[in-house]
């Protein structure tokens, strides 16, 4: 997110750090209508439940309704409920074991079908929304451009975040670009790094953990004057100054929806905006690949590129 906000303290006990949800509610108050300031106790008084909830159930919770939950968020200074969900989330991540977090989110989800649905849905649409607003088209059109001057692209990941920079150089390749993914930790990445040159673009991939490998990574790429396009959500404030441009790509605050979700619907935007670049080389690339896949024995491709059944072989004469 934009903003980062540091962690709070168990329900009800005093903060003393200025930007903590308690503290912007004791600053709010008096200025908040009854509604907000009832959203506001209901907040304050269940944190947890709040990461995991939509505002219609916390609108029910607070005996308001959800238009009063999104103005009260605002009020409170933060851009939306996402935020304020992520703001508290971050404390869950801090204190709360991972197996514990699970089953937060098992136990809220119960084994109502619906239910489940819902909550993954309405958290993917929130998270979406969020990016959305927080995409200014210029940044698009920046990075759009990084990839398309590039010689090569170095797409960088780790942990799960590793399907993005293979997706990225896969789909990179087919639209004829140079591009290969390095999702090595420790000294293996030192391999990835030895051909990159001055006129290289460096994709990382880093939604919220700063890994070890990203310090020396930045160094190495600024010493051969490679550029840098930075993919995240909380390290953007830490990072943002070292690379040479930034995407936010905001992360699930309740669990629910995978990691990668808005960064890889940011890549395919980037993807089409690299493609309508020079259509006829995207176009060229895609033909190709389709000969050769065509020619390769056993793949099952039919002469117009599509999958087709395999012929079956000749009967044995009797």
């Not at 920046?142 to 010689?151: E, I, P």
């Amino acid at each position: 997110m934009p903003t980062e906000h540091s962690s709070d303290t168990e329900a009800g006990s005093p903060e003393p750090d200025e930007d903590s949800l308690d503290a912007r509610i004791e600053a709010r108050l008096a200025t908040m209508t009854r509604a907000e300031r009832k959203v506001a106790e209901y907040l304050r008084t269940h944190r947890q439940e709040v990461i995991f909830a939509t505002a219609e159930q916390i609108g029910a919770g607070s005996n308001t309704s959800d238009a009063t939950v999104v103005r009260t968020a605002k009020t409170l200074g933060y851009s939306g409920l996402l935020e304020l969900k992520y703001s508290l989330g971050m404390q869950v991540i801090q204190a709360t074991r991972p197996s514990e977090r699970l089953h937060q989110r098992i136990e809220r989800a119960g084994q109502d079908s619906a239910t489940a649905l819902d909550m993954v849905f309405t958290e993917a649409v929130e998270r979406l929304t969020e990016t959305r607003r927080l995409m200014l088209p210029a940044d698009l059109a920046k990075a759009v451009d990084l990839v398309a001057g590039a010689r090569e692209v170095l797409a960088v990941a780790f942990g799960v975040s590793e399907i993005m920079a293979d997706y990225l150089a896969l789909r990179l390749n087919r639209a004829g670009r140079r591009a290969r993914a390095a999702t090595h930790t420790g000294f293996r990445l030192a391999d990835d790094l030895i051909a990159l040159g001055q006129d290289d673009l460096v994709v990382l991939y880093a939604p919220g953990r700063h890994f070890d490998e990203i310090d020396p990574l930045l160094e190495h790429a600024s010493a051969v004057g490679a550029r840098t396009l930075l993919i995240s959500d909380s390290l953007i404030p830490v990072l943002g100054d070292r690379v040479t441009a930034s995407l936010y790509a905001v992360h699930s605050p309740g669990g629910f929806t995978s990691e990668t979700l808005c960064a890889h619907v940011l890549t395919d935007a980037l993807l089409l905006g690299v493609a309508s670049r020079d259509e006829e080389r995207a176009t060229a690339t895609s033909e190709l690949l389709t000969r050769l896949r065509t020619a390769l024995p056993g793949t099952g491709m039919t002469a117009a590129g599509s999958r087709g059944a395999f012929k079956r072989p000749p009967e044995e004469p009797r």
